[in-house]
């Protein structure tokens, strides 16, 4: 079993900041990259940022410079550092995991969801 739990979304204002958080857990034998990507309404889900365990990152390019990925790798958590938020932000973040997962006595390589967190931005 295999878990991605975010947590940190809500509503703000908007130019205001918000900071997501994602713990991955459970049977996890190695991480290739943790990130985010987003879904808002009537939309398909789209890449935020992504980030490997060796440090390498991957926005999307409407979002350099307001959006900032970053992991500790100590702790299987990858955060998002979202600021100068923008109606137009609003959507559901959802946590991914690029993983190797033990499975009795294989290694199984996927991509793992969480949830989804809630991010409004709305006077």
């Known amino acids: 079993q295999v878990q991605l739990v975010e947590s940190g979304g809500g509503l703000v204002q908007p130019g205001g900041s918000l900071r997501l958080s994602c713990a991955a857990s459970?049977?996890?034998?190695?991480?290739?990259?943790l990130g985010w990507y987003r879904q808002a309404p009537g939309k398909q889900r789209e890449l935020v940022a992504t980030?490997?365990?060796?440090?390498?990152?991957n926005y999307a390019d409407s979002l350099k410079g307001r959006f900032t990925i970053s992991r500790d790798n100590g702790k299987n958590t990858v955060y998002l550092q979202m600021n100068s938020l923008k109606p137009e932000d609003t959507a559901v973040y959802y946590c991914?995991?690029?993983?190797?997962?033990?499975?009795?006595?294989?290694?199984?390589?996927?991509?793992?969801w969480g949830q989804g967190t809630q991010v409004t931005v709305s006077s």
């Open positions: 980030m490997t365990s060796g440090g390498r990152t």
């Open positions: 459970g049977s996890i034998f190695s991480i290739y990259a």
């Open positions: 991914y995991g690029d993983l190797v997962i033990n499975s009795g006595y294989r290694h199984l390589a996927g991509d793992y």
